[in-house]
């Protein structure tokens, strides 16, 4: 049996990863996290909608093979582009043990994979709503992410501008869009 065949029979949903594609390796990756049951959180909770934006911010400190390109917070979902730019000798002190350092296999920092990059971006963001919550004492939703996220491999210098050009404009759209609760809705 595959992996993806164990993935959908456990899972009971398809993978809409490339096969036998490598996520760690170096490149662009558009990503899409949307809320669960596609809520208008970020909308509602303006705190909440400041920590994503930290949190999503704070992800090349925490890997540091990582940067960011454009992105945006909708109302209920997040667009970005994460870049991974390549393996790296691990922090050293400072230059001079980082000079002595020789590239092994024990001390190269390991690229992470988009889902690992997703996976404590979405606990971190988690992590810090719940202690808010609880500091307000509130009853706001503590599960705000769906599952899963969508991803998309940026294969040039043109798709990476098309994807670009997606992300600043998605916020003006965002009237028509399937997702929003109100969209048809006159004034």
């Not at 596609?38 to 093979?65: A, D, G, Q, S």
């Not at 582009?81 to 043990?97: D, H, P, S």
């Not at 963001?125 to 969508?150: F, G, M, S, T």
């Amino acid at each position: 049996m595959t992996s993806k065949m164990v993935s959908e029979r456990f899972n009971g949903r398809r993978s809409i990863r490339l096969p036998e594609y490598n996520y760690s390796q170096d490149g662009g990756y558009f990503v899409t996290i949307c809320t669960r049951n596609h809520k208008t959180h970020f909308e509602r909770y303006e705190e909440l909608r400041k920590i994503v934006e930290r949190e999503w911010l704070n992800i090349p400190k925490r890997f540091c093979t990582v940067q960011l390109d454009e992105y945006v917070v909708m109302p209920n979902h997040v667009h970005g582009i994460i870049i991974i730019v390549g393996a790296t000798l691990a922090v050293a002190q400072n230059e001079r043990a980082r000079a002595s350092l020789a590239p092994t296999s024990t001390n190269r920092q390991v690229n992470p994979t988009i889902g690992r990059i997703i996976g404590a971006f979405k606990s971190s963001c988690a992590n810090a709503w719940l202690r808010y919550v609880e500091r307000q004492e509130w009853d706001a939703p503590v599960r705000i992410w769906q599952r899963n996220y969508y991803e998309h491999v940026i294969r040039n210098e043109y798709d990476l501008n098309e994807i670009r050009k997606y992300i600043i404009e998605n916020p003006l759209k965002w009237a028509l869009d399937e997702e929003n609760p109100e969209r048809g809705i006159s004034m």
